[in-house]
């Protein structure tokens, strides 16, 4: 992944997971998505730098997921209507194929926590 803007800062929640490693599962560290959207982010965020705005932290398990593939209806601004739940299913492989869900960490940014 390409550094998009040298030396810049991103905060990320203070009690997400650190960074794996290249290649290694996915823990929902968020790096990736806080650094820079991917193609299916950069298209609902409407920008190929910073933070992905469907990145959605789950406090309950600590760790951030991609709300397309968690909750497509929020994200897409679908809301409780009959057909979203149906169409956010039908949608989900896609999605996850787009984001490549299951292939491992593919962000090589290096990250500095500071610790309080």
Do not use: T
């Not at 593939?69 to 409780?80: I, M, Q, T, Y």
């Amino acid at each position: 992944m390409a550094d998009p803007q040298p030396g810049a800062v991103r905060w990320i929640h203070p009690d997400a997971p650190a960074k794996p490693a290249p290649g290694a599962p996915c823990n929902g560290c968020g790096v990736c998505c806080v650094w820079q959207p991917c193609p299916l982010g950069v298209v609902l965020s409407r920008r190929r730098r910073g933070a992905c705005r469907a990145l959605r932290w789950l406090h309950a398990e600590g760790r951030y997921v991609c709300g397309a593939l968690h909750d497509p209806a929020a994200v897409f601004g679908w809301g409780h209507r009959p057909w979203a739940r149906m169409l956010s299913r039908a949608l989900r492989p896609a999605i996850a194929r787009w984001i490549a869900a299951g292939r491992g960490c593919d962000c090589d940014v290096e990250v500095d926590r500071l610790d309080a």
